[in-house]
Structure formats: structure tokens, C-alpha cells
């Protein structure tokens, strides 16, 4: 089985613009989570998409936002980036929420690095 | 506020020779308990997941073990070799069916050394 896959790997862009990430999850998962991680905060929860649905959301501003299309992919995108929101993008996938109360495996990606200027 | 802290926030050990790393969490109600390794450059892998009724996992040389009565859990490495250098992750996930705790909480991570 091909394992979660995300595109491109490395991305600069200047102050500003936008981004939009995109994750492919491994076959047959329908849940697809979204994290930054910095070298300061660590890995951090941006949201989680199940069914074409954002399940939960973590303590990040509007300008995070996500979907998940029918084929359970997913895209991240970032509107009018700063400085701070140079990080490594990882997405995660598994059968189900791993929020369902079940302890359900999860598959990360090899992760997006973005680096803003 | 829910919080995962581990320590040490970095390790060096020499090959072969066994370590614990710590995590301690204030989740609460409690569902489950991962450990991941993540290499540089690349995304976490899963070590092991626990729930709140396990006290022991094994996968491989890596031993998790979890005390939810002390919200502790601790990640033993045995017999440790170079591959083993690597940022090991915990990760407490909150029982329950929503609300603004509703989320995974991740610590920051114990970076390991393996030298030769």
C-alpha cells in the first residue's frame, strides 16, 4: 500500500501571498488530520477532516483553512502569510477520526516545508 | 488546560546501552497515549498506542509503559543503536465527544543521541 503522500515537499513564498498544500491519504483511510510544526511549539493540531467534514479545529486564525473531497484527499491552504507560519506542514491519515474514542493508527506524511520570506 | 511534558528535553547515550524517556499529561478524561519517533527531515512514525487500561506495550525494543492513576508514561529503549537518534514524540488523546479541549495534545518531544 502506498503510504500518505504530500505535494510539493518544499515551497518558498514571500510575505503575503497564499499557499495551498495538498495531501493524499493512503487508500481506504477517510480521515485526514492537518499539523504544523516548529522547532519553538513542536508539533501542533490545526484540524482534522472526516468525510468531507472538518471534525475539530485546533488554536489557529482564519486564515488556516482546509477541505476534503470525496476521495478523501485533502488541501490546506494559507491565505496572506507571515513570517511565523515558516514550518514543517505534516498531514496525517487513518481509517477513522482519531477522535472517535477509538485508538485508531495514524500514518503521517513525509510533511511540506514552507518557507516564508 | 490540558499539557503533555516530557523530559529530557535531549539525551545523549552511547550504543548499545538501554533509556527511558518521560511524559507526563494533565488530559483528563484520558483515552489514549502514543509514542511516535520522528527521524529528521521526516514525519513521525507510530511506536505504540495505549489505552487508558494497558500498563505495558512492547514493539520491539521500545517498551511503553502508563500509569493513569499518576497521568505518567514512560518509553524504554533497550539495546539502543545509531538509528535510534531521533525526536521521540508523546501524544494524549481526550476522551469524550467535543468541545473546545476536544483535540489531540502533543509534547515537544525528547530528542535522542545514539553515539558509536
Known amino acids: 500500500k502506498a503510504g500518505v503522500t504530500q505535494t510539493p515537499r518544499y515551497l518558498i513564498k514571500t510575505r503575503g501571498q497564499q499557499v495551498t498544500l495538498s495531501c493524499s491519504p493512503i487508500?481506504?483511510?477517510?480521515?485526514v488530520s492537518w499539523y504544523q510544526q516548529t522547532p519553538g511549539q513542536g508539533l501542533q493540531f490545526l484540524f482534522e477532516?472526516?468525510?468531507?467534514?472538518?471534525?475539530n479545529k485546533g488554536n489557529f486564525p482564519g486564515r488556516f483553512s482546509g477541505r476534503q473531497f470525496s476521495n478523501s484527499r485533502s488541501e490546506m491552504n494559507v491565505s496572506t502569510l507571515e513570517l511565523g507560519d515558516s514550518a514543517l506542514y505534516l498531514c496525517?491519515?487513518?481509517?477513522?477520526?482519531?477522535?472517535?474514542?477509538?485508538?485508531?493508527?495514524?500514518?503521517f506524511g513525509p510533511g511540506t516545508r514552507l518557507t516564508v520570506t | 488546560k490540558n499539557q503533555v511534558e516530557q523530559s529530557p528535553q535531549s539525551l545523549i547515550i552511547l550504543e548499545g546501552k538501554n533509556c527511558t524517556l518521560q511524559c507526563n499529561y494533565t488530559v483528563s478524561p484520558f483515552s489514549n497515549l502514543r509514542w511516535y519517533k520522528q527521524d529528521t527531515g521526516r514525519g513521525p512514525v507510530s511506536l505504540t498506542i495505549m489505552t487508558f487500561s494497558e500498563n505495558t506495550k512492547s514493539n520491539g525494543r521500545y517498551t511503553a509503559t502508563l500509569d493513569a492513576d499518576t497521568k505518567q508514561s514512560s518509553l524504554h529503549i533497550t539495546a539502543s543503536q545509531l538509528s535510534d537518534s531521533a525526536s521521540y514524540i508523546c501524544v494524549v488523546s481526550p476522551s469524550g465527544s467535543g468541545g473546545s479541549n476536544y483535540k489531540l495534545t502533543f509534547g515537544k518531544g525528547t530528542l535522542l543521541t545514539v553515539n558509536p
Open positions: 487508500s481506504g483511510h477517510r480521515s
Open positions: 496525517a491519515s487513518s481509517l477513522a477520526s482519531i477522535l472517535a474514542g477509538v485508538a485508531y493508527e495514524q500514518y
Open positions: 477532516y472526516f468525510s468531507e467534514t472538518q471534525r
